[in-house]
């Protein structure tokens, strides 16, 4: 999947998945994020998204290709697991409420990564900004994995 498809993917329902109530979301509470605040949050090139069950398949596969080729371990479904309790899919998510947050350094995109952790663990090849999914998956992936093993050791908030 290109960034170009990725970027422009679901235009018509991107409304819908930013103003829709999001269920059991304990990370970033996507739904109570305007849309507004989402698309001008600062370096945020990534503005058209949304997540469907498709998008968000093809995200979490292009991730683990680039994944494999870097050597970062886990599987789809310990990502999936964590992007649904992180975001509910929602990759312009940003959590606005946590002492991350408070500190001026919110979590962003599908795994709710903070802007240093993701410059730290960000792989070359991938986009700049967290809130591309398949950047911020595979940076994400990449921390669990220094800290904990592997993304599917993780079962709460990281």
Not at 131 to 142: E, M
């Given at each position: 999947m290109s960034r170009l498809t990725r970027t422009v993917s679901?235009?018509?329902?991107?409304?819908?998945?930013?103003?829709?109530?999001?269920?059991?979301a304990s990370g970033a509470f996507a739904?109570?994020?305007p849309a507004a605040q989402t698309a001008a949050a600062p370096g945020n090139k990534v503005t058209h998204l949304?997540?469907?069950?498709?998008?968000?398949?093809?995200?979490?596969?292009?991730?683990?290709?680039?994944?494999?080729k870097h050597g970062i371990p886990g599987t789809?479904?310990?990502i999936h697991r964590n992007v649904m309790r992180e975001s509910s899919g929602n990759p312009l998510a940003i959590n606005d409420w946590d002492i991350n947050a408070i500190n001026g350094i919110p979590s962003k995109g599908l795994l709710q990564v903070i802007d240093p952790t993701f410059d730290a663990y960000h792989v070359e090849g991938t986009d700049s900004s967290p809130?591309?999914?398949?950047?911020?998956?595979?940076?994400?992936?990449?921390y669990a994995a220094d800290r904990y093993g592997?993304?599917?050791?993780?079962?709460?908030?990281?």
């Open positions: 679901a235009l018509a329902v991107a409304a819908a998945v930013v103003a829709a109530p999001i269920v059991g739904a109570e994020t949304a997540a469907t069950q498709d998008n968000l398949d093809g995200w979490i596969r292009e991730a683990l290709a680039v994944m494999a789809y479904d310990g809130f591309d999914p398949v950047a911020n998956i595979v940076a994400a992936c990449n592997s993304i599917d050791n993780v079962n709460s908030a990281y």
